[in-house]
């Protein structure tokens, strides 16, 4: 049964920047699209990127688009994404989801989470001073 750990979670301050990690324990990593979700207390869920399979396409949630950067490590069953420029309202539980595409060659798609099936079990992510 795939799975998903992240990692890379933490306190930092304003201004500061992290590395979030998302492992695929799979062989085919690479046929997965992964996705970050986020969601802070007493707010709904919101996809902010995906990484669609082999090597399709990424795309970003508009606000954020400036201030993150997903991609896959080669050689390695890791997905990171960069976050910088953090501001208090990042703080947030961030999960990874994958799946693999109903159709070959779809590209992914961050704005639904029923589009993914596998999830982590969340790394908090905390701005403050």
């Known amino acids: 049964q795939v799975q998903l750990v992240e990692s890379g979670g933490g306190e930092v301050q304003p201004g500061g920047a992290l590395i979030l990690s998302c492992t695929v324990s799979?062989?085919?990593?690479?046929?997965?699209?992964v996705a970050w979700f986020r969601q802070a207390p007493g707010k709904e869920r919101e996809g902010i990127s995906c990484i669609s399979p082999k090597k399709g396409p990424t795309f970003y949630l508009e606000s954020l688009r400036d201030r993150l950067i997903l991609s896959r490590i080669s050689g390695t069953n890791n997905v990171e994404l960069i976050m910088s420029s953090l501001t208090p309202e990042d703080t947030a539980a961030y999960y990874c989801a994958a799946s693999i595409p109903r159709r070959s060659g779809d590209a992914c798609d961050f704005r639904s989470a029923l589009d993914y099936n596998i999830w982590g079990q969340g790394t908090q992510v905390t701005v403050s001073l």
């Open positions: 799979a062989s085919n990593s690479d046929d997965y699209a």
